[in-house]
C-alpha cells in the first residue's frame, strides 16, 4: 500500500509565542537589527533529527500577523544548497546571524509592516525536521519589533455570526506608547481613536455583513488587524432546476449565467463569495435550499452578469450556527466538485512553461478557491471513436508524469510518443493526477477529485496527450484514489475537528462523505463512508467526469481494500478478509462506469451514457475467492466486462533476477492459479511501489558461476529481457513500470542527494517518493548498446503479445525439473488452424551458468525462434537446448505474421474479430484489401466506406488474413483478421 506523506511544509496560522528551544538574540528587535538565533536539539519532544545532526538548515519567513511567511521564504525545502544552513556550536545547538531587512529582502513597506517570523529546522533532505512542542509540532513563531499591536476582541481573522440587527464588540491594545486606531468596515471608515494605548468600539445594528480592518499606526509602522461579521441571512427555499447537478452548471444559451448546486447537509446557511461581488457577499449571494433540503441538503444559487471567456474564483461560506465541540462555524471552502482550484502554496512554484497564464489567486483570500469561466471553446478531438485494445492483449505501461522526463508534464510524454509506439505498448496508466496537494508528489494525497493537477500542465494539453495517444492505438487509463482523501478536499473542512482552530482538521463524526475513523487496516488521510449516499453520488460524479470530459478508458482504482466499512483500523484479520459489502460497492461502481444513468436521459446534457467497453482495474491484492467476483463479474455480455485485478509478482521475479530458485514460483502471473474465469489478472514483476528489479540484481544477486549478477549492470540487463518474455507473453493483460524496458537501475528509495536509504532508514528518513533522476535521457540510453537491446526485446515481446491470436489463448508454467531457474512457458490456443501459430514454448535459464533445458516441444517439426526468426529441427520433443546464463529463447511452430515491425499501429479498429461472415471499420475508408498469411491478395473492396459499412468475408477459408485498409487521409493502417 502507499505510504503518503505531505512533501512541502503547510504554513498556517499559529499561536506566537518564543520558546525556549529556539532562541533570539536580542529578544526583542526590528526587522533592521542584527540577530542570532540559536536552536537546541537536546529535547527529542518534535525532533526527528538526533540530538546532534551533521548539518542542520533553517527554514524562514517573514510578515504580518495573517500569515508568518506571507512576505517573504528563505530555503528551498530538501535543498542541501547553505541557503539557511546554520553553525553547529558543538553542545547541541546551532546558530545563524542575520539581519531581516537583508536575509528576506525586506521593501520598505514591508520593513514597517512586519510583524512575525516564522521558521522550522530540517536536516539537509527534508526528511527530518525539528519543529514547535507548544504549537502541536508547528512552526516557530516569533514577534518582529519593538511596536506590537493585539486585537483582544473578536479573534484576529476570525468571523464572528450574527443575527441581522446585531452588535460586535472591539477591543485591542498596543505596545511601546500610543498609537493611532482606524476602523474600517467593507472599507470605509467608522471609527476612529488617536494617541491612545488601548482601543475599545462598540458596532450596533449590524444588517449586512462586514468586513473589518483596524488600523494600528505608530510612527511610520501600521499594524492591520483583519476580522468579519457575517449576517444570518435566513432561509430563502426554492427547489433546484431542473438538470443540475453538484458544481458548476454552465447555461449553454446564455454565457453570462452559470448556476452552481452544493450539497451540505445539516448546514443552516451559505454565502457564495468571490471575484464577481468583489468577495464581500450580501444576502443577495445567500444560497437557496432546495424544499427537499432536510433529505438531500441540497443549495443552489444562478450567477449572473458574467463575462464570457473571464476567470472568475469563488469560495463557500459555509456555516452551521450550532457546530459540535472542536468543530467550526464557519468553513470557507472551494467547491467540492470542482475542475480547476488555485491555490497559494503550491502554485507559486508551477513553471509557467507548464502551465501558461494560469488564474490568478485572489488577494486578501486563503486557502483553495474554485475557478468559473462561461464561454469555454470545446476542444476539438480528432478521435471520437476510440476503440480499445482488447482486454486480453492489453501492455499497460504505468507511468509518474513527473519522473518521466525533466519537464514533468504532458508535454513530455506529447514529445515521446513515438518511444511508445516503437515500443507497441498499447496503453498507458498515468499515477493520479488529480489535483494533489503539494507539487512533488505521487498524486495518492487528493484533494479534488474532479480536478486536474496544475503540476502537470493544462486541462487543454492533457486532452491532446489523450486524443494523440488515441490517434496512436494507445488506450489511457487513470488511477484514482477514491479509497481517501485529505485536508484540503472541501467535503472534509466543511465537517472537520479542528480543536486548534487553524482552518485545517479531519472529519468528524457528523461527516456525511467520511469516516471519523478508518473502517479498514490501510488507512492513510480519511477514510470514505462507501455506504453513503452522498459518498456514492459524489465516486459516480468523478467517474463521469473523466470518461465523459477527458474520454478516459479506463480507472485503476487504488487500495480497493479500503472500500469495505465493515471492519476497523488494525483489524488486519478482517480488511483481508472477503467482504460481501466491499463486493457490492466496487460492482456498483463499475457499473455506473459501464452502464452510466439508468436510464439514460438523451435531453439532459448531464446525463451520462456509460462506457460498455470501460476498463475497470482493482489494487486489491486479496484472496482469490473475493477477486473472482470481479473478474468473473458480467463477462458474458458483449462487449465482456469483468474487472481486471491487479497481480503483483514482484518477490517471484526478483528472486529470478538475482538467480535464487527458492520462492521463484511464477505460475500466478495469469489467470489459471487464480481460479478466474476470464483473462483478468494484470500481472507484473514490477510497479512504482516495488523496487526496481535491475537495482535488485546489482545489489543482491547472486555472485557465483561464469555470469556473476552482482555488480555487473550487463548481466542483469540480459536477465531483464527474460523477465520480460515469461512475464509479458503469459495470456491476459500485463502491466509494466516506465523504464523497465531501459533497465532502470535507480533504487526507488534513491534521495533527491543521489544517496540510497530504506523506507524505515532512521537516519535519513524515507526517500520512496522523492523525485528520481533521468539518465534514460540525459544518457540517451537508447544508444547504449546493451539497454537498446533490453528496449528491443520488449518491443519485439510486446508486438507479438498483441498481434498474435495465439497469445490469447491457454498457458501453463512448467519449470524443467521443477527447477525455477530453468522456467517453461507453453502457450497454445488449439481453437486456431494448424496453419497458424498455435503453439509457443518459452524456455529461459536463470542460473548464473549456461544451462541446457529441456524444452518439451508439443510435437516435432520445425520450430521458429520468434525473437530472430531463426530455425530448429525438432525430431525429439525433449530436445535438451543450451542456453546462455540469464538469457531466454521463445519458439513458435510457425513464424509470426508477417514480420511484426511492420504491422503499424493505427487508430483503425476491426470487428468483429473473430469472425465468420463480415467485418466493419471503425472508420472511413477508401481501400480496403485482405491478404493471406503467405502475402497472397485475395479480396479487396474499392469504394467510399462509412464506419457503417460492412465487408463481406463469408467466401474466405477459415485462417488467418492481414486486412489493410486506407483510411480518409490516405493513411494506411495493418490489422489481423481471425477467419472462423
Known amino acids: 500500500m502507499k505510504k503518503i506523506y505531505l512533501l512541502a511544509c503547510i504554513l498556517g496560522l499559529f499561536g506566537f509565542k518564543g520558546f525556549s528551544q529556539v532562541t533570539i538574540t536580542p529578544s526583542v528587535f526590528n526587522t533592521t537589527d542584527q540577530i542570532t538565533i540559536t536552536v537546541s536539539f537536546a529535547s527529542a519532544t518534535c525532533n526527528t533529527m538526533t540530538a546532534n545532526p551533521a548539518k542542520v538548515y533553517m527554514h524562514a519567513g517573514i510578515g504580518d500577523d495573517a500569515n508568518a511567511f506571507g512576505y517573504s521564504v528563505v530555503g528551498t525545502w530538501g535543498a542541501d544548497n547553505g541557503v539557511g544552513q546554520m553553525t553547529n556550536?558543538?553542545?547541541?545547538?546551532?546558530?545563524?546571524?542575520?539581519?531581516?531587512?537583508?536575509?528576506?529582502?525586506?521593501?520598505?513597506?514591508?520593513?514597517?509592516?512586519?510583524?512575525?517570523?516564522?521558521?522550522?529546522?530540517?536536516?539537509?533532505?527534508?526528511?527530518?525536521?525539528?519543529?514547535?512542542?507548544?504549537?502541536?509540532?508547528?512552526?516557530?513563531?516569533?514577534?518582529?519589533?519593538?511596536?506590537?499591536?493585539?486585537?483582544?476582541?473578536?479573534?484576529?481573522?476570525?468571523?464572528?455570526?450574527?443575527?441581522?440587527?446585531?452588535?460586535?464588540?472591539?477591543t485591542a491594545s498596543n505596545t511601546n506608547g500610543n498609537a493611532s486606531y482606524v476602523l474600517k468596515s467593507n472599507g470605509s471608515v467608522i471609527n476612529t481613536n488617536s494617541a491612545t494605548a488601548s482601543y475599545a468600539f462598540n458596532h450596533t445594528n449590524i444588517t449586512a455583513n462586514q468586513s473589518y480592518s483596524l488600523e494600528i499606526t505608530q510612527g511610520a509602522s501600521t499594524i492591520v488587524?483583519?476580522?468579519?461579521?457575517?449576517?444570518?441571512?435566513?432561509?430563502?427555499?426554492?427547489?433546484?432546476?431542473?438538470?443540475?447537478?453538484?458544481?458548476?452548471?454552465?447555461?449553454?444559451s446564455d454565457t453570462s449565467k452559470a448556476t452552481l448546486v452544493l450539497t451540505a447537509p445539516g448546514k443552516?446557511?451559505?454565502?457564495?463569495?468571490?471575484?464577481?461581488?468583489?468577495?464581500?457577499?450580501?444576502?443577495?449571494?445567500?444560497?437557496?435550499?432546495?424544499?427537499?433540503?432536510?433529505?438531500?441538503?441540497?443549495?443552489?444559487?444562478?450567477v449572473s452578469g458574467l463575462t464570457p471567456g473571464v476567470n472568475y474564483t469563488y469560495q463557500y461560506w459555509v456555516v452551521d450556527t450550532t457546530p459540535m465541540t472542536n468543530s467550526p462555524a464557519l468553513v470557507k471552502t472551494a467547491d467540492p466538485f470542482s475542475t480547476l482550484v488555485v491555490n497559494p502554496y503550491d502554485d507559486p512554484y508551477i513553471p509557467a512553461s507548464t502551465y501558461p497564464n494560469m488564474p490568478a489567486y485572489p488577494a486578501g483570500q486563503s486557502r483553495d478557491v474554485t475557478v468559473l469561466q462561461t464561454g469555454q471553446a470545446p476542444y476539438n478531438w480528432q478521435v471520437t471513436n476510440f476503440a480499445k485494445p482488447k482486454k486480453e492483449d492489453l501492455v499497460v505501461y504505468e507511468v509518474l508524469v513527473r519522473d518521466f522526463d525533466a519537464n514533468r508534464?504532458?508535454?513530455?510524454?506529447?514529445?515521446?510518443?513515438?518511444?511508445?509506439?516503437?515500443?507497441?505498448?498499447?496503453?498507458?496508466?498515468?499515477?493520479?493526477?488529480?489535483?494533489?496537494?503539494?507539487?512533488?508528489?505521487?498524486?495518492?494525497?487528493?484533494?479534488?477529485?474532479?480536478?486536474?493537477?496544475?503540476?502537470?500542465?493544462?486541462?487543454?494539453?492533457?486532452?491532446?496527450?489523450?486524443?494523440?495517444?488515441?490517434?496512436?492505438?494507445?488506450?489511457?487509463?487513470?488511477?484514482?484514489?477514491?479509497?481517501?482523501?485529505?485536508?484540503?478536499?472541501?467535503?472534509?473542512?466543511?465537517?472537520?475537528?479542528?480543536?486548534?482552530?487553524?482552518?485545517?482538521?479531519?472529519?468528524?463524526?457528523?461527516?456525511?462523505?467520511?469516516?471519523?475513523?478508518?473502517?479498514?487496516?490501510?488507512?492513510?488521510?480519511?477514510?470514505?463512508?462507501?455506504?453513503?449516499?452522498?459518498?456514492?453520488?459524489?465516486?459516480?460524479?468523478?467517474?463521469?467526469?473523466?470518461?465523459?470530459?477527458?474520454?478516459?478508458?479506463?480507472?485503476?482504482?487504488?487500495?480497493?481494500?479500503?472500500?469495505?466499512?465493515?471492519?476497523?483500523?488494525?483489524?488486519?484479520?478482517?480488511?483481508?478478509?472477503?467482504?460481501?459489502?466491499?463486493?457490492?460497492?466496487?460492482?456498483?461502481?463499475?457499473?455506473?462506469?459501464?452502464?452510466?444513468?439508468?436510464?439514460?436521459?438523451?435531453?439532459?446534457?448531464?446525463?451520462?451514457?456509460?462506457?460498455?467497453?470501460?476498463?475497470?482495474?482493482?489494487?486489491?491484492?486479496?484472496?482469490?475467492?473475493?477477486?473472482?467476483?470481479?473478474?468473473?463479474?458480467?463477462?458474458?455480455?458483449t462487449p465482456s466486462k469483468g474487472v481486471m485485478m491487479w497481480g503483483e509478482m514482484t518477490y517471484a521475479y526478483t528472486q529470478l533476477i538475482e538467480g535464487y530458485a527458492t520462492g521463484a514460483d511464477i505460475s500466478r502471473i495469469g489467470n489459471t492459479a487464480h481460479g478466474f474465469?476470464?483473462?483478468?489478472?494484470?500481472?507484473?514483476?514490477?510497479?512504482?511501489?516495488?523496487?526496481?528489479?535491475?537495482?535488485?540484481?546489482?545489489?543482491?544477486?547472486?555472485?557465483?558461476?561464469?555470469?556473476?549478477?552482482?555488480?555487473n549492470l550487463n548481466n542483469s540487463l540480459t536477465r531483464m529481457s527474460s523477465i520480460a518474455a515469461i512475464s509479458l507473453l503469459v495470456p491476459g493483460p500485463k502491466m509494466m513500470w516506465h523504464f523497465a524496458e531501459l533497465g532502470y537501475d535507480d533504487s526507488i528509495y534513491t534521495c533527491n542527494n543521489g544517496t540510497v536509504n530504506t523506507e524505515s532508514d532512521a537516519t535519513t528518513g524515507d526517500c520512496?517518493?522523492?523525485?528520481?533522476?533521468?539518465?534514460?535521457?540525459?544518457?540517451?540510453?537508447?544508444?547504449?548498446?546493451?539497454?537498446?537491446?533490453?528496449?528491443?526485446?520488449?518491443?519485439?515481446?510486446?508486438?507479438?503479445?498483441?498481434?498474435?491470436?495465439?497469445?490469447?489463448?491457454?498457458?501453463?508454467?512448467?519449470?524443467?525439473?521443477?527447477?525455477?531457474?530453468?522456467?517453461?512457458?507453453?502457450?497454445?490456443?488449439?481453437?486456431?488452424?494448424?496453419?497458424?501459430?498455435?503453439?509457443?514454448?518459452?524456455?529461459?535459464?536463470?542460473?548464473?551458468?549456461?544451462?541446457?533445458v529441456t524444452a518439451n516441444f508439443p510435437y516435432t517439426g520445425t520450430w521458429y525462434n520468434l525473437m530472430d526468426n531463426s530455425s530448429v529441427n525438432v525430431t525429439n520433443t525433449a530436445i535438451a537446448l543450451t542456453i546462455p546464463a540469464g538469457s531466454f529463447r521463445v519458439y513458435g511452430n510457425k513464424q509470426a505474421l508477417l514480420n511484426v515491425d511492420d504491422i503499424q499501429e493505427t487508430r483503425i479498429s476491426l470487428s468483429p474479430n473473430p469472425t465468420s461472415d463480415y467485418f466493419m471499420l471503425d472508420a472511413e475508408t477508401s481501400s480496403v484489401q485482405i491478404f493471406s498469411i503467405t502475402g497472397q491478395l485475395v479480396k479487396s473492396f474499392q469504394n467510399n466506406f462509412t464506419n457503417a459499412s460492412t465487408f463481406n468475408i463469408s467466401d474466405l477459408n477459415k485462417g488467418v488474413y492481414i486486412v489493410k485498409a486506407l483510411d480518409s487521409n490516405r493513411r494506411e493502417a495493418t490489422m489481423k483478421l481471425l477467419k472462423q
Not at 456525511?512 to 449516499?533: C, L, M, Q, T
Request: proline share 4%; charged share 20%.
Open 409 to 637: 508534464n504532458y508535454q513530455s510524454l506529447i514529445d515521446r510518443i513515438d518511444y511508445f509506439k516503437n515500443l507497441h505498448i498499447n496503453a498507458i496508466e498515468l499515477m493520479p493526477v488529480m489535483e494533489f496537494e503539494g507539487n512533488e508528489s505521487w498524486g495518492y494525497n487528493t484533494s479534488f477529485h474532479m480536478a486536474l493537477d496544475k503540476f502537470y500542465g493544462t486541462s487543454t494539453k492533457f486532452k491532446e496527450l489523450i486524443d494523440l495517444c488515441h490517434q496512436n492505438g494507445i488506450a489511457v487509463i487513470l488511477d484514482v484514489a477514491l479509497n481517501h482523501a485529505f485536508g484540503r478536499n472541501p467535503m472534509v473542512r466543511m465537517w472537520m475537528k479542528d480543536p486548534d482552530g487553524d482552518g485545517w482538521g479531519d472529519a468528524s463524526s457528523e461527516n456525511p462523505y467520511f469516516n471519523e475513523f478508518a473502517k479498514h487496516s490501510y488507512s492513510v488521510g480519511n477514510d470514505f463512508n462507501h455506504s453513503s449516499a452522498y459518498t456514492k453520488a459524489y465516486v459516480k460524479r468523478v467517474i463521469k467526469q473523466w470518461i465523459k470530459e477527458y474520454k478516459i478508458d479506463g480507472f485503476r482504482w487504488d487500495l480497493t481494500k479500503g472500500f469495505t466499512q465493515a471492519c476497523s483500523g488494525g483489524d488486519d484479520t478482517c480488511t483481508n478478509q472477503s467482504q460481501p459489502d466491499r463486493i457490492a460497492i466496487l460492482k456498483n461502481y463499475a457499473d455506473y462506469a459501464w452502464d452510466g444513468d439508468v436510464p439514460f436521459n438523451p435531453n439532459n446534457s448531464n446525463s451520462f451514457s456509460g462506457d460498455p467497453s470501460h476498463y475497470a482495474i482493482f489494487e486489491h491484492l486479496g484472496s482469490d475467492s473475493e477477486e473472482q467476483q470481479w473478474a468473473n463479474y458480467r463477462i458474458n455480455e
Open 225 to 252: 488587524k483583519n476580522f468579519e461579521v457575517l449576517v444570518n441571512p435566513g432561509v430563502v427555499t426554492a427547489a433546484v432546476p431542473l438538470g443540475m447537478e453538484d458544481g458548476i452548471n454552465y447555461n449553454a
Open 768 to 852: 520512496k517518493l522523492d523525485t528520481k533522476p533521468q539518465e534514460q535521457w540525459t544518457n540517451n540510453w537508447l544508444n547504449v548498446t546493451e539497454r537498446a537491446q533490453v528496449y528491443n526485446n520488449y518491443s519485439r515481446l510486446i508486438a507479438l503479445k498483441i498481434n498474435e491470436p495465439v497469445f490469447e489463448g491457454s498457458y501453463t508454467v512448467s519449470p524443467d525439473g521443477s527447477n525455477n531457474l530453468k522456467q517453461r512457458i507453453y502457450i497454445f490456443d488449439n481453437a486456431l488452424p494448424s496453419t497458424s501459430l498455435k503453439n509457443v514454448v518459452v524456455l529461459t535459464n536463470f542460473n548464473t551458468i549456461s544451462q541446457t
Open 89 to 170: 556550536n558543538g553542545n547541541g545547538t546551532y546558530s545563524i546571524t542575520i539581519t531581516p531587512s537583508t536575509y528576506f529582502n525586506l521593501n520598505a513597506t514591508q520593513q514597517s509592516n512586519a510583524t512575525k517570523m516564522g521558521m522550522v529546522f530540517r536536516n539537509p533532505n527534508g526528511g527530518q525536521t525539528r519543529k514547535n512542542p507548544a504549537n502541536s509540532c508547528g512552526d516557530f513563531i516569533f514577534n518582529v519589533g519593538s511596536f506590537q499591536a493585539t486585537l483582544n476582541t473578536p479573534a484576529v481573522n476570525s468571523t464572528t455570526i450574527i443575527n441581522s440587527g446585531g452588535s460586535l464588540n472591539i
Open 677 to 711: 474465469t476470464a483473462k483478468r489478472v494484470m500481472g507484473y514483476p514490477e510497479s512504482h511501489d516495488k523496487e526496481r528489479m535491475i537495482y535488485s540484481a546489482m545489489k543482491y544477486g547472486l555472485s557465483t558461476g561464469t555470469s556473476p549478477v552482482l555488480n
Open 268 to 302: 443552516d446557511f451559505v454565502y457564495l463569495a468571490g471575484s464577481f461581488n468583489n468577495w464581500q457577499p450580501d444576502t443577495s449571494y445567500a444560497m437557496k435550499k432546495d424544499p427537499d433540503f432536510a433529505n438531500n441538503g441540497k443549495l443552489w444559487i444562478e
